[in-house]
C-alpha cells in the first residue's frame, strides 16, 4: 500500500501562488493532483506520468504547473494567479494503473 504525504497547502489572496508537494512511499506510474470544493464533487487539476506526459483540467491550464521528481516519489503542484473559485481541499494521488492511493488532502484557501 502507498502512503502519502501532502504539503503546502495555505491561505492566499487572490492573484497570490501557492506551491503542494506530495511525497509517496513507493515509486509508481502516475501521480496527480485532484481537488473537492463544499459542496462539489472531487475533480482533477493536473496529473503526470512517470514519462513526464501531463494533463491539465481546463481551470488549470496557463496558471498550474505539475512536476514529478522520480527520484524523490514526489510530485508538485505550482499554482500562480489563484481565484477564489481555486479554494478546496487539494488531494494527492498516485497509482500504477489509475489513481487508488490518495493524500489526506491539503487546504487552499483563496480570499478575493
Known amino acids: 500500500q502507498v502512503h502519502l504525504v501532502e504539503s503546502g497547502g495555505g491561505s492566499v489572496q487572490a492573484g497570490g501562488s501557492l506551491r503542494l508537494a506530495c511525497t509517496a512511499s513507493?515509486?509508481?506510474?502516475?501521480m496527480g493532483w485532484f481537488r473537492q470544493a463544499p459542496g462539489k464533487e472531487r475533480e482533477g487539476v493536473a496529473t503526470?506520468?512517470?514519462?513526464?506526459?501531463?494533463y491539465y483540467a481546463d481551470s488549470a491550464k496557463g496558471r498550474f504547473t505539475i512536476s514529478r521528481d522520480n527520484a524523490k516519489n514526489t510530485v508538485y503542484l505550482q499554482m500562480n494567479s489563484l481565484k477564489s473559485e481555486d479554494t478546496a481541499l487539494y488531494y494527492c494521488a498516485t497509482g500504477w494503473s489509475n489513481f487508488n492511493a490518495w493524500g489526506q488532502g491539503t487546504q487552499v484557501t483563496v480570499s478575493s
Open positions: 503526470i506520468h512517470r514519462d513526464d506526459t501531463v
Open positions: 513507493k515509486y509508481t506510474n502516475y
